[in-house]
């Protein structure tokens, strides 16, 4: 019965936060969103004390039941162990030592790097966020291929349930990490259960020291065991010793298989006291050793300034020049913008673990993973590309959406005062300048006037930016029509600003009943 608890809520979470990420149609209430705010890392980078006292609590009552049911990753290995069990009928887990040295060195690099603020490891590792990257970059796309594909079936019965939606790579590095960490989780999951929680995973690190000491654990009943090992081999978590009736209870995720398949109810679910050391006690065949690694917390912040380099991005291909007309110059943006609510690039890599659950949501499609432009701290870490749309004036969705605080809520009206980034104009790139064809697409797109076109030439009018009211959301640069360098463009801010926008007195026009 608890087995099948477990595995239903498993299940029921697993699916909930999946369709989540994949959520392009809003069908799902605001409330799921919980289901990211309750993850561990997330929870720590909040600093939800709620959250995170609600976990230790768990944990300390009932073991590692949020590796077991709560974390998606940890769902994701237990159906590929599954998967493979079906494939391999005989399949058999066997009982391993911890390793220790490997658990805890990780967890101490990760400390280390999340204390110098340099929080990529941390992303990198974290379960939720790599879950999350890879449903974004490769499930998604399987899910919006999949939706297309119903869209052609459907219309050509004259029912128009599905509408067609653009696929596109967000980021081919991002991609790859997430491929990657598909690829090295599931062959792990599908040769030894969990390996990836057990030796690499630091939120799994971390509960198991506190699950060792939790109140409710699985133990034998020696007057009904007889030491066959069907436990061990059932034990997906390798941390069973049937020849010595002894369980790792630091790895032990509370799965129930091992009281599942004992055929003698040798084992148990309950309230187990902690046992007191005493010297002259028996010496198990095996001794867990545990490793007390020092945490440095002396130098913070020193990383992040050591790591700031100048790496540059690469040039794009220079202009040709032809029928003689003047050079164009290409877009080099120095600074890149981050979304609207992230404050400044020092609080979104402290916060963010990239696990791209605003890049899902962005229904502009304009928050896609940097590489390097926040350096190395900031990789796969939110930022605005203008190629594909602009963002909304009125959009506060991935601010809502953040687990981290990385990007902070916003109401609308602090939305329409916070600015990203500035308005640049590159008068040798502007149709008006160069090629004398009217146009004004960037002032009719912009919501604060912030563009606005002045007298140039005869009837022509060229744009006159004012950057004190700019609040870098990119419309202009979308729309420009200027080919293959845009004329204007938005240049970011380290340090995101409010502006004061002074809104034009519209009088009130009285209509006679004939609209004359």
């Given at each position: 019965?608890?087995?099948?608890?477990?595995?239903?809520l498993s299940?029921?979470?697993?699916?909930?936060?999946?369709?989540?990420?994949?959520?392009?149609?809003d069908?799902?209430?605001?409330?799921?969103g919980?289901?990211?705010?309750?993850q561990?890392?997330?929870?720590?980078?909040?600093?939800?004390?709620?959250?995170?006292i609600?976990?230790?609590?768990?944990?300390?009552?009932?073991?590692?039941?949020?590796?077991?049911?709560?974390?998606?990753?940890?769902?994701y290995?237990?159906?590929?162990?599954?998967?493979?069990?079906?494939?391999?009928?005989?399949?058999?887990?066997?009982?391993?030592?911890?390793?220790?040295?490997?658990?805890w060195?990780?967890l101490?690099?990760?400390?280390?790097?999340?204390?110098?603020?340099f929080?990529?490891?941390?992303?990198?590792?974290?379960?939720?966020g790599?879950?999350g990257?890879?449903?974004?970059?490769?499930?998604?796309?399987?899910?919006?291929?999949?939706?297309?594909?119903l869209?052609t079936?459907?219309?050509?019965?004259?029912?128009?349930?599905?509408?067609?939606?653009?696929?596109?790579?967000?980021?081919i590095?991002?991609?790859?990490?997430?491929?990657?960490?598909?690829?090295?989780?599931g062959?792990?999951?599908?040769r030894?259960?969990?390996?990836?929680?057990n030796?690499i995973?630091?939120?799994?690190?971390t509960?198991?020291?506190?699950?060792k000491?939790s109140?409710f654990?699985?133990?034998?009943?020696?007057?009904?065991?007889?030491?066959?090992?069907?436990c061990?081999?059932?034990?997906?978590?390798?941390?069973?010793?049937?020849?010595?009736?002894?369980?790792?209870?630091?790895?032990c995720?509370?799965?129930?298989n091992?009281?599942?398949?004992?055929?003698?109810?040798?084992?148990?679910?309950?309230f187990?006291?902690?046992?007191?050391?005493?010297?002259?006690?028996?010496?198990?065949?095996?001794?867990?050793?545990?490793?007390?690694?020092?945490?440095?917390?002396s130098?913070?912040?020193?990383?992040?300034?050591?790591?700031?380099?100048?790496?540059?991005a690469?040039?794009?291909?220079?202009?040709?020049?032809?029928?003689?007309?003047?050079?164009?110059?290409?877009?080099k943006?120095?600074?890149?913008?981050?979304?609207?609510?992230?404050?400044?690039?020092?609080?979104l890599?402290?916060?963010?673990?990239?696990?791209?659950?605003?890049v899902?949501k962005c229904?502009s499609?304009?928050?896609?993973?940097?590489?390097?432009?926040?350096?190395?701290?900031?990789?796969?870490?939110?930022?605005?590309?203008?190629?594909?749309?602009?963002?909304?004036?009125?959009?506060?969705?991935?601010g809502?959406?953040?687990?981290?605080?990385?990007?902070q809520?916003?109401?609308?009206?602090?939305?329409n005062?916070?600015?990203?980034?500035?308005?640049?104009?590159?008068?040798?790139?502007?149709?008006?300048?160069?090629?004398?064809?009217?146009?004004?697409?960037?002032?009719?797109?912009?919501?604060?006037?912030?563009v606005?076109?002045?007298?140039?030439?005869?009837v022509?009018?060229?744009?006159e930016?004012?950057?004190?009211?700019?609040?870098?959301?990119?419309?202009?640069?979308?729309?420009?029509?200027?080919?293959?360098f845009?004329a204007?463009?938005?240049?970011?801010?380290?340090?995101?600003n409010?502006?004061?926008?002074k809104?034009?007195?519209?009088?009130?026009?009285?209509?006679?009943?004939?609209?004359?």
């Open positions: 019965m608890l087995k099948k608890i477990r595995v239903i299940l029921l979470l697993f699916s909930l936060i999946t369709l989540y990420f994949l959520d392009f149609r069908f799902l209430p605001e409330s799921v919980f289901l990211a705010e309750i561990f890392i997330p929870a720590l980078l909040a600093v939800n004390i709620l959250v995170l609600s976990l230790l609590f768990l944990t300390l009552l009932f073991g590692r039941v949020y590796c077991s049911s709560i974390c998606p990753m940890g769902i290995q237990d159906i590929i162990a599954w998967l493979s069990k079906k494939f391999i009928r005989k399949k058999k887990y066997t009982y391993s030592k911890a390793k220790s040295i490997l658990r060195s990780i101490v690099a990760t400390v280390v790097a999340f204390i110098f603020g929080t990529f490891l941390v992303g990198l590792l974290d379960p939720y790599a879950y990257r890879m449903v974004t970059h490769l499930f998604r796309p399987a899910y919006l291929a999949g939706n297309n594909l869209e079936i459907f219309t050509s019965f004259n029912n128009y349930l599905f509408y067609k939606v653009s696929i596109y790579s967000l980021s590095f991002s991609s790859i990490t997430a491929l990657i960490t598909l690829g090295v989780i062959y792990l999951a599908w030894n259960g969990r390996t990836y929680c030796t995973c630091p939120v799994g690190t509960l198991g020291l506190l699950s000491y109140l654990k699985v133990g034998f009943l020696n007057d009904k065991c007889n030491m066959c090992g069907l061990t081999m059932k034990c997906k978590a390798s941390c069973i010793d049937s020849k010595n009736k002894e369980i790792d209870y630091s790895r995720i509370t799965c129930f091992c009281i599942e398949s004992c055929n003698r109810n040798a084992m148990k679910y309950s187990i006291r902690p046992k007191k050391t005493k010297a002259a006690s028996t010496i198990p065949a095996y001794t867990y050793l545990k490793e007390n690694l020092p945490v440095n917390e130098k913070r912040r020193f990383l992040s300034a050591s790591l700031v380099m100048g790496l540059a690469g040039k794009l291909f220079a202009q040709e020049v032809s029928n003689g007309l003047l050079p164009k110059r290409e877009l943006r120095q600074v890149p913008i981050a979304p609207p609510g992230a404050a400044s690039f020092d609080h890599r402290e916060k963010c673990i990239s696990c791209h659950l605003c899902s229904p499609h304009v928050i896609k993973p940097a590489f390097l432009e926040y350096g190395p701290g900031g990789i796969m870490q939110p930022k605005l590309y203008f190629d594909r749309g602009f963002c909304n004036y009125d959009c506060i969705i991935c809502d959406v953040c687990p981290t605080g990385a990007i809520p916003l109401t609308k009206e602090e939305k005062h916070t600015q990203m980034g500035q308005v640049q104009f590159i008068i040798e790139n502007c149709i008006v300048y160069y090629d004398e064809t009217s146009c004004g697409a960037c002032s009719e797109h912009c919501p604060t006037q912030a606005r076109m002045v007298p140039y030439k005869g022509l009018t060229i744009p930016t004012d950057t004190s009211i700019c609040v870098g959301c990119g419309g202009c640069e979308y729309v420009c029509p200027a080919i293959p845009k204007i463009y938005v240049e970011g801010l380290a340090i995101q409010t502006v004061e926008i809104k034009e007195k519209v009088e009130d026009v009285v209509i006679d009943d004939f609209g004359f």
